[in-house]
């Protein structure tokens, strides 16, 4: 039977005190900022929420099963996932079955905050996850714009908020904490007068009707309406949770695999033990951002699961047995994996195709090697070996792991079950070719690479790879070896140089070609100064100095503006005789 009457605020207050819950085979909260900012948008315009389903577990049934709270401080990196429960026994509760998104969204906003990774910072910054609050701008103009938003609702910094004088951001949360409509005026008045606005104008009237709008949806009005499903049997609730979730953020696959795991599973926690694993592995070296797909993906193919796909029919309760029972080894074998792409200088930023990593986790989790084996010189040439199938997959233009992907997948899984007593890599490859995703470079894809530019995730592999030499598990920049700043056209120009060099030049100066892996602290000391006269103060020995021109390739540093045609030039085809017999095919 269907029933409405709910505030928001009722809502909230039995998430806080743990009546609703969310049972164990609910997904992850999957909302961005903008979208929960579009659904208080939509709650102020007063347009449908929506039904939630809930499901009443009786206390005699409530030790039965796992639940999960409600996301509220969300954080990339360190609060994603939804707080453990566990049992609780002896407690009637409500679990969620449809609605979880709008009431973590409506939780997040009302009682909480988001914390997102800023554009180009490391995930290992721990300022680079900046704590917002969704804030109201009480004075903005009212009127739908292009995207049907009505009212400004933004997750912002509380002082960035604070000092912003062209707005007047209400912190939301604080409407909870509103006893009555006066105290809402009241902190209205002072806010404004402050600001010599007066209580007669429009700019006034327009804050106080959005104040009191808010106050109204949260507080008073019934918005919620809800249908309650009362059996206690976890199959029946598990198939109306299904298909209730097809719709809206659709159910993927992997959403279902971890359903049914957790369901499934007898002796470990698939929930804990999944999520583990990816926060795991995205904290080795560098930083990675591996999903749960990826995992999940893991291990389908390390169970030998007859298809790697993410198909209904792989999820039943014999493979998820089977699955239950290699996880240890399969945790070994990704772990290993990500810290030996980590060791090859791969990280979020220079890893192309997580699938890559798929079929190196296979041969490890086969290949059972020792604990040594990623530091110990007895096993460099195999390690060297998955880096060189590795880097080259990741550098194919047309891509190879991207179309096809599962067929693949398992196309390379049946070459590795025979043959894992070192890496396969020319087997590999004959397969791979046979499908049309040869590892060989032709003289075009040659010149593609040389034409790469700075900021293409391509290059950090192909500098490895043409610079073997390099340590990269140091931390290394993707350097302009001729500084980008002065290879401005005003620069240009200044030191005399002509329209077609200045042309040139630009067009060449983000190019391969102009780039090097350099350690971090000689970056940060080389900053701008021209190559010839910093090489010569970094290396004053002219024996050590011609060494690193001759390993980089560099053939000799340009002290001037009118030479680094010339040194890109000859360094660009120096780079082409590298790259060919590296490219052309494993040996």
Known sequence: MYQSGLTIKDALDAVSKNHYVLPAIQREFVWKPEQISRLFDSLMQGYPFG?????????EKSAEFKFFGFVQNFHERDAAHCPELGTLPNRELTAVLDGQQRLTALNIGLRGSVSIKEPNKWRSNPNAFPKKILHLDLMASRGEDDEGEAYRFRFLETQK??????????????????????????????????????ADSDVFNRASDTLHQLYQVVQVAPTLTFYTERSQELDRVLRIFIRMNSGGTVLSYSDLLLSIAVAQWSKLDARQEIH?????????????????????????????IASVGFKVENFNR?????????WSDVRRATILTVELAASFGLAEQTLRADSALLPIAYYIFKRKPPENWLG???????????????????LKSSGIWGSGLDTLLTALRDVIRIDHQIFPSEAL?????????SLSFGPEEVEDLLDMEYGDRRLFPALSILFPF???????????????????????????????YVEESLAARDRLANLQLLEGLLNVSKNDSLPGPWLEATYQDPAIRGAVLDRHD????????QEFLAFYNARRERLRARFEPILARAS
């Open 161 to 198: 908020a604070a000092a912003d004088d062209g707005a007047l951001w209400y912190p939301v949360p604080d409407i909870l904490m509103v006893p009555n409509t006066a105290k809402l005026s009241q902190w209205l008045y002072g806010k404004l007068t402050a600001r010599g606005i007066t």
């Open 470 to 500: 390099i340590d990269v598990r140091q931390l290394h920049h993707i350097d302009h070896f001729f500084p980008k700043s002065q290879l401005q056209r005003r620069k240009l120009e200044r030191a005399g140089c002509d329209a077609v």
């Open 554 to 561: 560099l053939g000799f540093a340009p002290a001037t503006h």
């Open 51 to 59: 039904t939630f389903l809930f499901w009443k577990v009786e206390p």
């Open 318 to 326: 014999a493979n998820m047995i089977t699955l239950e029972n290699v």
């Open 429 to 437: 490859e004959k397969v791979m070719a046979g499908r049309g995703k």
């Open 376 to 394: 110990h010189p007895s096993h460099a040439a195999e390690r060297e070996s998955i880096r060189s199938w590795l880097i080259r997959s990741l």
């Open 276 to 304: 583990g694993l990816v926060d795991e592995i995205n904290n080795i070296g560098a930083g990675f951002n591996l999903s749960k797909d990826f995992v999940l993906k893991a291990g389908l193919m390390l169970a030998d």
